[in-house]
Structures are given as structure tokens and as C-alpha cells.
């Protein structure tokens, strides 16, 4: 089974990645909806036991929770295939620490976040902290606002669990860690670091846990400006799933281009198991769904072909 998209000039055609970094909201799922073909990829992988780590930016949730969350949706993922921002920001605040005492953060998140930060050896607190950390808070008032900002003025250390703009929902797209990052930002002049996607952090810490070698492993994931821009920033080849934030209309400005774009799970997993599918919309560039022919970017030449030739190169 071809790629939607094949990017990257230099990719052999029989390549293939003995592990993968898994993006889940956008990918595997939309909000409470499970997305077609995402309990199969699982399954497969777990039965050829390919390792992978659901690498999400996640920071209201631990890892556990998380897990237990998309077993609810219908996932089969254990707990220690998952790898959330709220590790990657305890990981770095603790690597960074100015010095031996546990760090001190502030923090406007979620509970759960807190919880990931203590169990790491942070001690959390509401003033002179070393840090401030930001997630995703459903329960953001004016206030908790203003005391994150100051608390940044203060000690000019800003931690973001990521800066995705917007959060996947079934209604559509709610505010995310990067809008609420940006108002402290802003109100503070502090510049933040980001812990999740797009920074390498949670690329390299799941690499490690993997056991993998950068070449060897694919990132997954539906938004250009976290997934595919930190999977590039870590050196791993990315492939784009048009199921979830960015389409392929979004490739021509894109911060950084994936090496394959997929129009879907089944196609990727059709793609990574090496096998073919009876669907002849999939094989001729369709959409599965409505007929839709997916389009190449712009300057680019899509040539004819029959069902099962080569991968199609797009430079």
C-alpha cells in the first residue's frame, strides 16, 4: 500500500520503522470519537510486537490516566506506551534546576499536572518559585492569570507544556496550552520553553524508553506545528494523518514538511504492515469517505499510475 504523499526524496521505498512515536487526538481519536482504524494499528503492533509510545501533549492527565482514558474509548494502550507533556516539563525542570534542593514551581495547570511534578521531586508552591509551569486549566479565572504572570516577572523561568493554539473536540476547536501560555507571556515578558511538541524532550525520552535509534523510528501525528515540526527537531521521520488539524493545503507554509502523508490510519497501517487493501479509492488518492481526490501541494506534479506502482515522490 502506497502513501497519500511521499515527501522526502531521499526515503528507500522499503523502508520501515521498528518503532513509532504516536500522536492520539487527531490521530487515534477526536475527542470521545475513536477515528476508523485506530484500535487495528494497535493491535497490529502489539501482535508484531513493534514498540511504540502514544507521545501526546497532554498535561492534564498522567501517563496512567491517561491509558486508562483511551482503554475507555476503546484503545488498547497499556501504561507504559504512554508519554505525556506533563513528564517531558517534570524531566526538564528537574534536569535544570539551579541547584541540589527539590526545584520550586508554580503551577497553572491541572491537578494532575501538580501530581506529575511532585512525583518527580518537585515541590509545588504559590510563591518565590524557580519555575512556573502551564498546562491546559479548564478552570483558568483572572486571577489564577495574574498570579502565574507575576509569579513569571518574578523568577523569569516559563515552562510550557506545549503552545498548541487549540484542542480537538468533537464542537470543535477549544482554546489550548499555547493561548493560555501566550497571556503570561505577554503580561510577564518571559519567553517560555516548551516541554512538549515541538521541542525534542518527549521525542528523546521516548526514544529512550523505546530503546530506538532516531532513524529507526516514525513520529505520527495530524498537526504540522507540533508533531512533524518536533519530530523533525528530534530527527525522526514524521508522517502527516489528514484526519485531524492540518491538510494538505496547510504542507505550503508549513514550519516543517513530513516525510508521508497518509489520508488515514488504515492507509498507514496498510503502508507499515506492507500489504495491500481491496479499496481502490484509497490506492487512486481518495479519501475513503466522500470520493474526494486528496490534491498534491502546490508546484507539484502528481503523475498517473496504475493501483500498487511505485510510491509517488513529491520534492
Known amino acids: 500500500m502506497q502513501p497519500e504523499l511521499i515527501l522526502s526524496p531521499d526515503l528507500s521505498p522499503s523502508w520501515r520503522p521498528r518503532g513509532l512515536c504516536v500522536d492520539a487526538d487527531g490521530v487515534l481519536h477526536r475527542g470521545r470519537q475513536l477515528l476508523p482504524g485506530a484500535v ?4 497490529e503492533l502489539a501482535a508484531r510486537d513493534i514498540p511504540y509510545r502514544i507521545v501526546t501533549n497532554n498535561s492534564r492527565q498522567r501517563a496512567a490516566e491517561s491509558a486508562a482514558h483511551y482503554r475507555h474509548l476503546g484503545l488498547p494502550v497499556p501504561p507504559e506506551a504512554v508519554l505525556t507533556a506533563a513528564e517531558a516539563m ?15 514551581v ?19 508552591v504559590r510563591a518565590r518559585p524557580d519555575f512556573v509551569c502551564v498546562g491546559v486549566d479548564y478552570h483558568l479565572t483572572y486571577q489564577r492569570l495574574e498570579r502565574a504572570s507575576r509569579a513569571a516577572r518574578e523568577c523569569r523561568r516559563l515552562i510550557a507544556a506545549n503552545v498548541d493554539a487549540t484542542i480537538p473536540r468533537e464542537r470543535g476547536e477549544i482554546p489550548g496550552v499555547g493561548a493560555i501560555v501566550a497571556a503570561v507571556s505577554i503580561a510577564s515578558g518571559v519567553e517560555p520553553v516548551v516541554a512538549g511538541k515541538p521541542a525534542p524532550t518527549m521525542f ?4 529512550r524508553r523505546m530503546g530506538l535509534r532516531p532513524e529507526d523510528v ?8 507540533s508533531d512533524i515540526l518536533g519530530a523533525s527537531r528530534a530527527g525522526l521521520r514524521s508522517a502527516l494523518i489528514l484526519t485531524g488539524s492540518h491538510g494538505l493545503k496547510d504542507l505550503e507554509c508549513a514550519p516543517a514538511r513530513p516525510d508521508l502523508v497518509f489520508a488515514d490510519v488504515p492507509q498507514l497501517t496498510a503502508w507499515l504492515l506492507g500489504r495491500e487493501q481491496d479499496a481502490q479509492d484509497v490506492r487512486d488518492g481518495r479519501d475513503g469517505e466522500d470520493g474526494t481526490v486528496l490534491a ?5 506534479h502528481r503523475p498517473p499510475g496504475p493501483a500498487g506502482a511505485r510510491p509517488r515522490r513529491y520534492t
Not at 487495528?40 to 493491535?43: I, R, T, V, Y
Not at 524531566?91 to 526545584?103: G, I, L, M
Open 296 to 300: 498534491a501541494p502546490q508546484g507539484t
Open 90 to 104: 517534570a524531566a526538564y525542570v528537574c534536569e535544570s534546576s539551579p541547584d541540589a534542593r527539590p526545584p520550586r
Open 218 to 225: 516514525l513520529a505520527i501525528g495530524d498537526r504540522l506545528d
Open 204 to 207: 528523546a525520552l521516548a526514544m
Open 40 to 43: 487495528e494499528l494497535l493491535e
Open 106 to 124: 508554580f503551577v497553572l495547570g491541572e491537578p494532575a499536572l501538580r501530581d506529575t511534578l511532585r512525583a518527580a521531586g518537585c515541590r509545588t
